[in-house]
Structure formats: C-alpha cells, structure tokens
C-alpha cells in the first residue's frame, strides 16, 4: 500500500462534504401531504369511495425491507365494468408513490400482490380506478418495529 498524499486527503474531504451537503437538501421523509397530494393528481378532484378493496397487510412487521402486500378488489372485470389502475402509497416513505399496476379485461381477476418496502410505522393507502371513473380506497396503519423490539 502507497501513503496517501496529502492532495489526495484534500480531495477525498472536499468530495465528503459535498456528499453531506447534498444529502443536507434533500428531505428524509415526505409528509402525509405529500401522499395526499399523489391521491388528488390520481383522482382529479373525484370522490373517493371506501370498501371493495380488500388488503391483506400484516398490522405488525419486523422488518420494513419486504413487507408482503396482497389486493383484491371487488370489480366483474368485463369490457363494461373493470379496474384500470392501482396506486400503492405510504404516507412516510421517502417517496410516497411505492408501486402503480395497470389492469384490463384480460386480467381476469383484480387482484395484485407484491412486497413493498416501508420506511418505518405509517399509513399505506391503496387507491383503485375504474374504467366508469369511479375511485375506491382503503388504507391501513403498520407499525414497522426495529428488531421485533416496537417502535
């Protein structure tokens, strides 16, 4: 191993506060407005109607790195009446908008599961779009414990 000079150390502090300077401006995490303003772009100033939709979310998870996440939403699927789109938020998260599915008639069934990924205890909202314009939601609160300890 070379010792390393001491413009070399100069560039490497340089680079490190730059890094740290650039990770001071951006926010760690939105807030629940900023989820709430992805639901009103989504919707377009339409009602939101609750029930049909039904998630399979655990409560309680130990780990928020792959956190499994079932939907099934009430909807015959046909030409005339289906579900167009799906949108997943978290109220926390540094992103709010987590996944977006696009369904059709051929889908057969309105359902999607997937695992997500939760910055910590928050509200995970699930908004569905209908090809009539209707929008259905629900919405559940999990608490993300830090080494099965709570939190």
């Not at 939101?48 to 655990?58: Q, S």
């Not at 599961?113 to 205890?121: D, E, F, K, N, S």
């Amino acid at each position: 191993m070379r010792p390393v000079s001491r413009r070399e150390s100069l560039a490497l502090v340089a680079q490190a506060t730059a890094l740290t300077l650039v990770g001071a401006a951006t926010p760690a995490y939105s807030a629940p407005a900023d989820a709430a303003a992805e639901i009103a772009k989504f919707v377009g100033g339409a009602a939101l109607e609750p029930g049909k939709i039904t998630l399979d979310l655990p409560e309680i998870a130990e780990n928020g790195n792959a956190i499994p996440l079932a939907i099934d939403i009430e909807s015959p699927m046909t030409a005339e009446d289906n579900v167009t789109d799906v949108l997943v938020l978290a109220d926390a998260n540094p992103w709010p908008r987590v996944a977006s599915f696009h369904l059709t008639p051929l889908s057969g069934r309105a359902a999607v599961a997937t695992r997500i990924r939760l910055a910590g205890t928050q509200t995970v909202s699930i908004v569905a779009k209908t090809n009539a314009g209707r929008f259905l939601i629900a919405q559940r609160q999990v608490k993300v414990t830090i080494g099965g300890c709570g939190g």
